[in-house]
């Protein structure tokens, strides 16, 4: 399948390669199936979420985060699906991250998060972010990667956040 103009494929930086997930993959994580590029503490929780919200060919949903130092997935990020008009109606879409313990306290997030956003950017598109209260590290990857509107809390207490439209 072609990926839509603007959809955030190919995304790398210095240190990380996000790699969208695929049929294979998605199978291994619903199926408990350890690969030899997982660092040992992924899959987490939040990453086997992701898995529910994967749909193949989809270049919005769930990606690895990869070490290019490592050679290991040490994480997950991706958007909870492609755009949709927001009630004001500009295109808007969620993001979800996450590593494994040790790879946190890096800046790994951050670049992972603020590498998938220029996508977003390039693409028109306005990212929010819902956050546990609680979750001081993804609140401040998120303070860093510019979401600065609060618009309340969803059904799961989390803060709701958006990052204006670049």
Do not use: C
Not at 115 to 128: I, K, P, S, T
């Amino acid at each position: 399948m072609t990926e839509p103009a603007g959809a955030p494929v190919g995304v790398t930086t210095a240190r990380l390669a996000l790699v969208l997930w695929d049929a294979a993959t998605v199978t291994a994580l619903r199926a408990g199936e350890r690969q030899p590029d997982w660092h040992p503490d992924f899959p987490r929780e939040d990453d086997l979420g992701a898995a529910s919200l994967w749909r193949d060919g989809d270049p919005w949903g769930p990606r690895s985060i990869v070490s290019l130092k490592q050679r290991l997935v040490i994480g997950s990020i991706g958007f909870f699906g492609p755009p949709e008009p927001a009630d004001d109606g500009v295109p808007e879409v969620e993001v979800g991250y996450g590593l494994v313990a040790p790879a946190r306290g890096y800046g790994l997030a951050t670049e992972a998060l603020g590498a998938l956003l220029e996508r977003a950017d390039a693409a028109g598109v306005r990212v929010r972010a819902s956050i546990a209260p609680d979750n001081a590290a993804s609140l401040r990857v998120a303070a860093k990667a510019g979401f600065t509107g609060v618009r309340g809390a969803n059904e799961d207490g989390e803060m709701v956040l958006v990052r204006p439209l670049r």
